[in-house]
């Protein structure tokens, strides 16, 4: 079985600009789920998707949003970029909503200057 | 809020040198804790699930397992692709969502 894929795997970003980052989960997982991981902070949840909805969202600004399609794909946006916006970006799939495990993608490495 | 604090930070070891990782939690209704490994670069890769005090479970040398209040990953006679970075996460039953330590970084010396 193939395992989560994000792409792209590196991005360089301008300050103000925005930015796109898709993730493909494993075939049957229907959640997906966006981490923002930083040394300073580790790993933070971002939102999750489940069947189209969003199920859950963390605490990140407005700038931060996500889709899911009917094909379990999902993506996340990032507008108006700041420096503090640089991080690795991941992806999670797992088969369902709750306490399931959680199958990561190498994930995005996002720069901002 | 849910928190998870692990310890140590980091730790070094000899190969063969058996260790124990903490992680310590504080939930609102525990429903899962979660064990990853995490190489350089790489998202983190599963390694287990417990669901109630008292569960353990074991994987090749490593074995986790779980208390009210904590939870151990106790690696055995280490080799030195066991070196990664360990990360623990708890999902409650209020918060519906992983929230992750800050993880401890194992280092094994041939």
């Known amino acids: 079985k193939a395992g989560v894929t994000q792409t792209p795997r590196y991005l360089i970003k301008t300050r103000g600009q925005q930015v796109t980052l898709s993730c493909s989960p494993i075939s049957g997982h229907r959640s997906v789920s966006w981490y923002q991981q930083t040394p300073g902070q580790g790993l933070q949840f971002l939102f999750e998707y489940f069947s189209e909805t969003q199920r859950n969202k963390g605490n990140f600004p407005g700038r931060f949003s996500g889709r899911q399609f009917s094909n379990s794909r999902s993506e996340m946006n990032v507008s108006t970029l700041e420096l503090g916006d640089s991080a690795l970006y991941l992806c999670?799939?797992?088969?369902?909503?709750?306490?399931?495990?959680?199958?990561f993608g190498p994930g995005t490495r996002l720069t901002v200057t | 809020e849910d928190q998870v604090t692990q310890s140590p930070e980091a730790l070094r070891l000899q190969e063969g040198e058996s260790s124990s990782l903490n992680c310590s939690y504080t939930v609102s209704g525990l429903r899962g804790l979660f064990w990853y490994r995490q190489d350089p670069g790489k998202g983190p890769e599963f390694l287990f699930t417990?669901?109630?005090a008292g569960e353990e479970k074991e994987k090749e040398r490593l074995k986790a397992t779980l208390t009210k209040k904590e939870s151990f990953l106790h690696i055995t006679a280490p080799k030195p692709e066991d070196s990664a970075t360990y990360l623990c996460a708890v999902f409650g039953q209020g918060a519906q969502k992983l929230v992750f330590g800050q993880g401890t970084r194992l280092t094994i010396n041939p």
């Open positions: 417990l669901y109630s």
């Open positions: 999670a799939s797992s088969a369902g909503t709750g306490p399931y495990e959680q199958y």
